[in-house]
C-alpha cells in the first residue's frame, strides 16, 4: 500500500515528466544559441584544418543592431560600413520563425561549399557568380578568428547576423 507522501512524489513526479518536453521545447530553439553557432562554424573550419574562431561580444553587439534593424523594417541587406570604423565580414540569413536550429542556419551558408573551388577571390566560383560561395568562403576565409551573431525576430521571419574580424572575402586573396 503506497502512504499518501508516496503518492504526492508520484503525482508530483509525473507533472514534471509531463512539463518537461514543453519547458524544454520552448528554449530548444535558443538553447546555448552561441555555443551551437560557433561549434557549427568550426566543425567545418576544423574538418579543412583552418583555425577555430572565439566567440566575441563586440561582434555580436553589433550584429544584434543589424539583426534588429532588419527584423524592424523588414529589409534584407548587408550592413553600410562606417567611415572610420573597423572593417567586419558579415553573413546573413532570414527563415522562418523558429523553424531552424542555429546549426541549419549555418548550413545554408556551408552549403555553397558545393560551387567553390580553389583560387584567388572572388574567381573561387564554379558558377562565375561571387555570390554563390561568399557566405562560405567568409565562414571558412582563413584568417577570420572571431565571430559574432544575433537572432531578432521581425513579423514574417527571424533573421541571422553574424560578423566576423578579420573580415574575409577580400579581392586577390585565396580564401583558404
Known amino acids: 500500500m503506497t502512504s499518501i507522501l508516496g503518492k504526492g512524489k508520484l503525482v508530483a513526479s509525473a507533472l514534471l515528466l509531463a512539463c518537461l518536453p514543453i519547458v524544454t521545447g520552448s528554449l530548444g530553439h535558443r538553447t546555448d544559441f552561441e555555443a551551437r553557432i560557433l561549434a557549427a562554424h568550426n566543425r567545418e573550419r576544423a574538418a ?3 583555425p ?3 566567440w566575441n561580444e ?8 543589424w539583426s534588429d534593424h532588419l527584423a524592424l523594417t523588414g529589409g534584407f541587406a548587408h550592413s553600410p560600413n562606417e567611415p572610420g570604423q573597423d572593417l567586419e565580414g558579415e553573413n546573413i540569413w532570414g527563415g522562418t520563425p523558429k523553424a531552424f536550429s542555429p ?3 549555418v548550413t545554408y551558408w556551408i552549403a555553397e561549399k558545393r560551387y567553390f573551388r580553389d583560387g584567388v577571390f572572388p574567381r573561387n566560383s ?3 557568380n561571387v555570390a554563390d560561395v ?4 567568409q565562414v571558412m576565409w582563413r584568417s577570420t578568428r572571431q565571430v559574432g ?9 527571424e533573421i541571422l547576423v553574424c560578423r566576423y574580424s578579420d573580415p574575409g572575402n577580400i579581392i586577390g586573396r585565396v580564401a583558404f
Do not use: F, Q, V
Open 126 to 128: 564554379r558558377t562565375g
Open 48 to 50: 579543412l584544418g583552418i
Open 134 to 137: 561568399s557566405h562560405y568562403t
Open 58 to 65: 563586440d561582434l555580436a553587439n553589433g550584429a544584434k543592431d
Open 52 to 54: 577555430p574562431l572565439r
Open 103 to 105: 546549426e541549419a542556419m
Open 149 to 157: 551573431c544575433s537572432l531578432s525576430n521581425g513579423r514574417r521571419e
